[in-house]
């Protein structure tokens, strides 16, 4: 008797871990199929340092709109602030 019911019980597990095992392999064929698709559309696509270089030329070559073109500083007097100290000793500030 136990060895009726035990082979129902294996057979249940079986058909249980062979849908588990048919849904792992349909996963990973999908999976599979996903990466070769994209693999292609990579194959497919122009050079990236190509497309780096033509844009880095077409923005260099334009000046920034947002910035003003100015030839020198718009104040003189604001070159002493970015100039280092002008005495020999050097910059006697401390930063507590």
Do not use: Y
Not at 39 to 52: D, I, N, P
Not at 64 to 87: I, K, V, Y
């Amino acid at each position: 008797m136990q060895s009726v019911s035990s082979e129902q019980g294996r057979s249940a597990a079986d058909t249980r871990g062979k849908h588990r095992i048919s849904a792992e392999l349909k996963r990973l064929e999908q999976e599979a199929r996903f990466l070769e698709e994209e693999l292609e559309q990579l194959e497919k696509m122009e050079k990236a340092s190509a497309s780096c270089k033509e844009m880095l030329s077409k923005v260099e070559t334009r000046p920034d709109p947002l910035l003003p073109a100015t030839n020198g500083p718009l104040n003189p007097s604001w070159d002493r602030w970015f100039e280092g100290p002008q005495e020999k000793s050097g910059c006697r500030c401390w930063i507590l």
